[in-house]
């Protein structure tokens, strides 16, 4: 705690002490890395918005077009017989993917509530104003903060069975065991019954996934050293953005796709408590992952959570799936 009182008196008003904390950790671990988490500044979600629309970047218009030209499908298999249920979505940003859905379900005259789970206060207040006007007859009620937290206040809300959205292939920004434990946790979160819609990056030309997160514009090379800039501009660090490199690399072998920033020389990097992180010449920081998946592994993946698949939506291409499990 005092030590905690001594950063605050060094830190500006807005100092956010676990920004902080996770930094200096991360950059003092072996091998260095940051939370992705912290991407998401104003600059990081504007950047982020921008790499969404590169003609590499293929994720969001699979998805969109399961959504688009799936509806219909997606909604009879979610209604299973016209009872009640809550329909959650985790991460629910903007809403425009599942935004399809809901105007589909409330034109099958479903008997739902929408839950949108985020972090962001600023998104569930925005998604509570504007998303009745965008989809009349709309249910919401939206929740800020954890999603698991939030899935235990979706539980004591009601009784209805659940049905949740996690999409975006965000179970991929995940090392493979840690979205293990993910399902595992989101299963012990979710009674019999309850059903999951889960989308998954699949594998493919190692080519085109590489293409993704190395675009021709150096658009994710900026949204990578926006991270170095933000702990700049919060946490009074002196990281010079031109010694470092982003590097992206896909295994096939393992479905694993990361970033890194490596240091282009020896150099030391400060905070204004006198806090120093030391690089060497061609060290890197560990920025994200981006894990692709067989849809064998997926279906491993519900089995060992206590699922049972029952359904997969692909895109034209085959490039991507939403899945859907039943909690067994």
């Known amino acids: 705690m005092e030590a905690l009182l001594k950063l605050r008196a060094i830190f500006p008003e807005n100092f956010n002490a676990q920004f902080y904390i996770d930094v200096i950790n991360g950059l003092q671990s072996e091998p260095k890395h940051l939370d992705a988490k912290y991407f998401y500044d104003a600059e990081g979600d504007k950047l982020f918005q921008q790499i969404m629309n590169c003609e590499e970047y293929y994720l969001t218009d699979c998805e969109m077009e399961i959504f688009r030209q799936q509806t219909a499908e997606l909604s009879e298999v979610i209604m299973q017989g016209g009872q009640p249920f809550d329909l959650i979505e985790l991460g629910a940003g903007d809403a425009t993917k599942s935004t399809h859905l809901l105007r589909d379900l409330i034109k099958q005259e479903a008997d739902f509530t929408y839950l949108p789970i985020d972090i962001s206060s600023h998104v569930i207040s925005t998604l509570n104003a504007t998303l009745p006007l965008s989809v009349p007859g709309l249910k919401i009620k939206g929740l800020q903060g954890e999603y698991f937290e939030m899935l235990k206040k979706a539980a004591d809300i009601s009784t209805n069975r659940k049905v949740v959205l996690f999409m975006g292939a965000n179970i991929g920004n995940m090392p493979v065991a840690d979205a293990e434990d993910f399902c595992e946790e989101l299963r012990r979160n979710l009674n019999p019954g309850d059903m999951v819609l889960i989308g998954f990056d699949l594998k493919k030309n190692p080519e085109t996934i590489l293409a993704a997160y190395n675009d021709s514009e150096g658009i994710t090379k900026e949204f990578n050293l926006n991270l ?101």
């Not at 590097?247 to 905070?271: I, N, R, W």
């Not at 006198?274 to 491993?300: A, C, N, P, V």
Request: with cysteine; hydrophobic share 40%.
């Open 228 to 328: 170095l800039r933000r702990i700049n501009r919060e946490l009074g660090a002196n990281f010079n953005v031109d010694t470092f490199h982003h590097y992206a690399m896909y295994d096939p072998e393992t479905g694993s796709c990361k970033s890194y920033l490596v240091s282009l020389k020896e150099q030391v990097v400060t905070f204004p408590d006198g806090e120093e992180i030391h690089f060497k010449r061609d060290e890197y920081i560990w920025m994200e992952i981006s894990q692709k998946y067989s849809l064998d592994q997926t279906k491993e993946f519900a089995l060992r959570s206590g699922f049972k698949p029952v359904a997969n939506f692909f895109d034209s291409k085959g490039w991507f799936v939403d899945a859907v499990w039943v909690a067994e």
